[in-house]
């Protein structure tokens, strides 16, 4: 006879974004297991239970705030009928989301998270989402040098580069309360930097 578990009390989705929500606001090393357990609304061995440990729990959590800044700034990359029409998408999207504006944290999870010293798994989840940006916005550049919308000469890697450390000052500067609209200025700015000539 097969024996069946107690199921869990809990909603493992939600349990998962409260999680992220507190990694957010305060980083992997500020987060305490009381401050996820009480945010998730479960005790620690049903976390354990369920992720395996806080470092786990985090790299979950990282993942998925991936996938949600994936769909809100960076397949922008591949929506405009030119590159820089989709750039200036991508970058006023980026000011919307890092933006101190009461629905979520402001910040960037991933930029915020370079400046934690962190050992393990925990540097490289993040390392390799923002390298994983660079390379998104690098491809886009590329593929606007193939098509004859920016100059051969073009530096792809330097402007690649640029516009990733444009978005990474905006998590920056809406981490520490910058508006929608400060941010906006900031991505317009960017934007006059085009490199079409």
Excluded: H
């Amino acid at each position: 006879m097969k024996v069946l578990g107690r199921p869990r009390a809990f909603d493992r989705d939600a349990a998962l974004q409260a999680a992220l929500l507190v990694f957010w606001r305060k980083g992997f090393l500020a987060s305490s297991m009381n401050d996820l357990c009480e945010a998730m609304g479960i005790r620690s061995p049903s976390l354990y239970a369920a992720f395996g440990s806080k470092e786990a729990l985090y790299v979950e959590a990282v993942q998925r705030y991936n996938a949600a800044a994936d769909t809100l700034i960076w397949d922008r990359i591949d929506d405009g009928p030119t590159m820089r029409a989709a750039m200036q998408k991508l970058l006023l999207g980026a000011a919307r989301v890092v933006a101190q504006d009461g629905v979520g944290p402001s910040g960037c999870l991933v930029t915020l998270a370079a400046g934690e010293d962190c050992a393990g798994a925990i540097p490289d989840i993040t390392r390799t989402a923002r390298l994983g940006c660079l390379e998104r916005l690098r491809a886009g550049l590329q593929r606007a040098v193939a098509t004859g919308e920016l100059p051969r000469s073009t530096d792809v890697g330097r402007w690649s580069r640029f516009f990733l450390g444009v978005v990474q000052a905006m998590a920056i500067q809406g981490r520490d309360g910058a508006s929608i609209a400060e941010l906006e200025g900031m991505a317009k700015a960017a934007m006059a930097a085009w490199p079409d000539d």
